[in-house]
């Protein structure tokens, strides 16, 4: 029997649905998200798009800001500063990958945490601590989102996270313990990925290595989150876990794309409407 495709097109398009209201609701208020992207990078020019597209549906004024590829982290961290500065501006984001002498930890701790819509402030990170933070880190709020979706009883449950960084892997850790379910997070220095993975009621993989986890390695009937994004040699993009095999043994599976990726763009909308005072 193959898994429940977990759709994440359509879960966040019905966020969307749910943050248009919250942005009517919001009236004459300024809901204004200023992306900053040094250079131009063809692949982050296709994701800015989708940002652009989906903050357009929702009622999102997203404004593109190119710096120069020379700009260098003193300028970038100054332009950072002016938009903290200005109240008209409710959210601030950074797209990657940085320049190579760019530090991303200091960038993102230069953006205000009340507008850094990407979580990923010190402040807002530390917050996922104590339960429900304001403006949790993006992508680790969509893998969530999209295992609650499932309605599986998450309290003592196994729960296995391959990857540990700190953007991705230990918030995911973090929020999943928040359900009561049992948390093992792998990583390089684990000795046997496959005797973790094999129990896993959910598991959820965050490494950006194709093919990383075969069907082989799942517990049948598991929740299998596949965040990983990678190209593979024929162009393609493909996640960490090989679909065609995971699909025969889990009892649900996020395809990539049109998994995670669609609910963390839902989810960094949220957060921008949550930074300019919206109730969601
Ligand atoms: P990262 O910073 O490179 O972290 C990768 C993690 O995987 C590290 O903790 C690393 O451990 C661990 N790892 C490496 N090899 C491993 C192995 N063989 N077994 C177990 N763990 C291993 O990457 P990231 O920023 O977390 O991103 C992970 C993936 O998610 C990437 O493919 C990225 O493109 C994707 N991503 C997806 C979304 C989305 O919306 N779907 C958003 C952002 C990123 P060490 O640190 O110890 O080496």
């Known amino acids: 029997m193959s898994a429940q495709i977990l759709d994440g097109k359509l879960l966040a398009q019905q966020m969307r649905q749910r943050l248009r209201q919250a942005r009517d609701q919001l009236g004459q208020r300024p809901v204004h998200l200023v992306s900053i992207e040094i250079g131009q990078n063809p692949a982050a020019a296709v994701y800015v798009r989708n940002q652009q597209r989906a903050a357009a549906e929702v009622g999102i004024a997203m404004e593109v800001r190119n710096l120069a590829i020379g700009t260098t982290q003193a300028q970038l961290v100054t332009a950072i500063g002016e938009l903290n500065a200005r109240p008209e501006v409710t959210g601030i984001l950074v797209q990657r990958p940085l320049p190579p002498g760019i530090d991303p930890r200091t960038v993102q701790t230069a953006i205000l945490p009340t507008k850094d819509v990407e979580g990923m402030h010190p ?12 403006l949790p ?4 709020a969509a893998a969530q989102h999209l295992i609650v979706a499932t309605g599986i009883d998450l309290r003592g449950a196994e729960t296995v996270v391959v990857g540990h960084s700190e953007i991705i892997g230990k918030p995911i850790a973090i929020l999943l313990l928040h359900h009561l379910s049992t948390v093992t997070v792998c990583h390089v220095g ?3 990925l496959i005797d973790h993975t094999r129990r896993a009621d959910i ?6 290595k194709a093919g990383l986890v075969h069907g082989d390695m799942i517990k ?3 929740c299998v989150i596949d965040v990983g994004i990678n190209q593979a040699a024929d162009g393609r993009i493909v996640g960490d876990v090989d679909f065609a095999s995971a699909n025969e043994v889990a009892g ?8 995670v ?4 763009v839902a989810m960094l909308l949220r957060n921008t ?5 919206a109730a969601i």
């Open 273 to 277: 409407l949550r930074a300019a005072g």
């Open 252 to 259: 649900f599976l996020t395809p990539v794309p049109g998994g």
């Open 190 to 192: 684990t000795r046997k």
């Open 137 to 140: 880190p993006c992508t680790a």
């Open 203 to 208: 598991l959820v993989v965050a490494v950006g």
């Open 220 to 222: 049948p009937g598991a």
């Open 261 to 264: 990726g669609p609910v963390t």
């Open 123 to 134: 402040e807002n990170m530390g917050a996922i601590l104590y339960r429900e933070p304001a």
